[in-house]
């Protein structure tokens, strides 16, 4: 156990990565599969709960100064905080309108979220608002962007590269299909996390402020009683089944 503790300290990013690409698409995958359909969403639940307290184990020195982050969120970052979500929430509605119009159609992912919110709205809203922005913004702003050494002084260049993978995670069933109809979407989450990381950065790497406008997104995207706005959900790649 030892060993293995000292093997996550010293490769957080290669832990992390392992964990939400490996455990969770690909194994949460196969078991939420096996699982017969009544009981899938509590396994979905499990999966995600087990996803979150180790992405937070992982990534537990994001959190070292915790009170201070929050009381930066809620006090002097509040009003930037809900500026900026309700700026990327028009954007993404705009841009959902787009897709919906002209293509008639959103990503896999967002349409699958759609369905099971009208079916487990509970269950799906804990999953979404609260477990999964915490994963998404630690796996790819704290990991994979804050601590790769990878072109680690061209901030502006890493954002761009790193929100493209964040942005094709998002729409991966399209992309392997080769589907032109997806770039609305892309343009979405690719806003988003250009967006947010720049906050993130600007912020002393505060990673309460992205989770905070993670969640807030998430919050109005679900709760939108529009068409549009029922099909965009910001969230991160869940399951295809």
């Known amino acids: 156990m030892n060993k293995i503790n000292h093997f996550i300290e010293e490769h957080t990013v290669f832990s992390s990565i392992l964990l939400y690409f490996v455990g969770y698409l690909f194994v949460g995958s196969l078991i939420i599969s096996f699982t017969p359909s009544k009981y899938q969403i509590y396994t979905r639940l ?22 201070e982050q929050i009381n930066e969120v809620l006090g002097t970052g509040a009003l930037i905080t809900a500026v900026t979500t309700f700026i990327i929430f028009v954007i993404n509605i705009a841009l ?17 979220i759609s369905i099971l919110f009208a079916q487990h709205p509970y269950i799906m ?21 804050k601590n790769t ?4 002084e061209h901030k502006a260049i890493k954002t761009i590269i790193v929100a493209l993978l964040f942005a094709s995670f998002h729409c991966i069933t399209e992309i392997t299909a080769l589907n032109y109809k997806v770039i609305f979407s ?27 406008i993670h ?16 099909f965009f959900i910001f969230k991160c790649h869940g399951y295809n089944k």
């Open 215 to 230: 969640m807030l997104l998430n919050t109005l995207s679900l709760n939108k009683k529009s068409q549009v706005g029922s």
């Open 186 to 212: 892309l343009i979405n989450y690719f806003i988003f996390y250009v967006i947010t990381n720049t906050i993130y950065i600007k912020s002393n790497y505060n990673i309460m402020k992205p989770i905070a």
């Open 149 to 152: 050494k990878f072109i680690k």
């Open 96 to 112: 959902t309108f787009l897709s919906v119009i002209i293509f008639k159609q959103t990503t896999v992912n967002n349409n699958i």
């Open 46 to 67: 499990i999966i995600s709960l087990f996803l979150f307290f180790f992405m937070i184990r992982i990534s537990r020195k994001e959190f070292d100064n915790i009170i």
């Open 125 to 145: 809203g804990l999953i979404t608002i609260l477990l999964l922005p915490f994963v998404e913004e630690l796996l790819f702003k704290s990991q994979i962007f």
